[in-house]
């Protein structure tokens, strides 16, 4: 497995050394200067091209010191306001626009608060009462901007412009649409993590590579710790890619418990294993942080992810028509008065959601290291074609 790892996952190791750097510098004071020590074992890795291993050692201390470098001289900066703050503040001016658009088709109170916080990011409108009631219900996901937003936007764009004669320039036009839409949101992690992973996966889409990766998500990492090493202790951000690293290390795992033709005959069934499949590892890999963060444990979340993700979908189409047809306003508050009605229901239920849990940062990390060895033990237990198989397309 290790080998596999380096070997299918090899910016997995490049990832964690910037991370390790970044999270030293936060916590440590260095006492010497870090550039010329980057130079240096910079030099020591190219004259150790015939160390395999010894290099590896040498490259992992390159990336340590690179995210120390980088944390330092982010924690040093000024608050001037750059050219990317400017443009973030005319996007954001183009989404009140759109906000005001929205408002005056007729959609208004707590639905006005849920679209606006799905499909353009705003939550300002959210009150304590809402926030409340998709948290303990297990729908807060969807009330921030990620991978299930972009990849509704990604999957129309591809449907209106995707032709074979000219695929190249329609997944260029689609990675410029999906960024305008980050920006317009206002950049927060979780979308950018996302954008990140859609770019890659709409250039490796024409070499017909293998798409969505662990390595992939590596590399999402990497860029945006490259760019903003603070981005590291960003709530989102953690959760974010937790999420996904969960599901990808952990649905193929779970899609290989029925074959494929059971699953080819049984259309319904392959939906809701699917939706289950998703939820239950997303959960798995955010579980922790919601206990050390919010100190809350949602028991429903299943059962909330088989109604929130189908109705987001269809919220985000709906809130597009909206803004440019205005008199289908009236089908979008439906669904959303209908939904808020739903979670504050599932939110009511005995046991709906275990409170009051505060793990330690330790506890935290230790669940990491008990959920990283459940899933070695799975993998071995597994039989070696099946689950070899599934977890390699994972890397």
Not at 4 to 12: F, G, H, N, T
Not at 160 to 186: A, D, K, P
Request: hydrophobic share 55%.
């Amino acid at each position: 497995m290790r080998n596999s790892v380096s070997e299918k996952a090899p910016l997995v190791k490049i990832a964690v050394s910037l991370m390790a750097g970044i999270a030293l510098a936060r916590y440590l004071v260095v006492p010497f200067a870090l550039f010329p020590l980057l130079v240096v074992v910079v030099l020591l890795a190219f004259c150790l091209w015939r160390y395999e291993h010894l290099q590896s050692v040498a490259i992992v201390l390159c990336f340590v010191v690179l995210g120390t470098l980088l944390m330092q001289r982010a924690q040093q900066e000024s608050q001037q306001q750059s050219r990317l703050d400017r443009s973030k503040s005319y996007f954001l001016a183009q989404r009140a626009k759109l906000l005001d658009r929205l408002s005056e088709s007729g959609v208004d109170g707590s639905v006005y608060a849920v679209v606006s916080a799905m499909a353009l990011g705003d939550k300002s409108q959210l009150t304590r009462e809402l926030k409340n009631t998709y948290a303990v219900s297990g729908a807060s996901h969807i009330l921030a901007l990620s991978g299930l937003h972009l990849g509704t936007i990604y999957t129309l764009l591809s449907l209106l412009l995707s032709r074979r004669r000219w695929q190249g320039v329609s997944q260029v036009v689609i990675i410029v649409c999906i960024w305008l839409f980050v920006f317009l949101v206002g950049m927060s992690a979780s979308v950018v993590r996302s954008a990140m992973m859609f770019t890659v996966y709409a250039l490796l889409s024409l070499g017909h590579r293998d798409k969505m990766s662990v390595n992939t998500l590596a590399f999402a990492a990497i860029v945006m710790l490259l760019f903003n090493p603070l981005s590291l202790f960003d709530i989102g951000f953690q959760m974010s890619f937790m999420s996904v690293l969960a599901i990808l290390l952990f649905y193929p795992l779970f899609e290989s418990v029925w074959s494929q033709p059971f699953l080819f005959n049984h259309r319904i069934f392959k939906w809701l294993w699917l939706m289950l499949s998703v939820s239950f590892a997303a959960q798995i890999g955010v579980a922790p942080l919601i206990a050390y963060y919010f100190g809350r444990f949602s028991n429903y979340f299943l059962l909330t992810n088989l109604v929130v993700v189908p109705a987001a979908t269809l919220i985000l189409y709906l809130s597009l028509l909206v803004l440019l047809i205005p008199s289908l306003a009236y089908l979008l508050i439906y669904i959303v008065d209908a939904l808020n009605h739903l979670l504050r229901w599932i939110a009511t239920l005995p046991g709906a959601s275990i409170e009051g849990l505060h793990p330690t940062l330790l506890q935290v990390w230790m669940t990491y290291v008990i959920i990283g060895a459940v899933y070695l033990l799975l993998i071995r237990r597994t039989s070696p074609t099946r689950g070899w198989s599934a977890s390699r397309r994972a890397w």
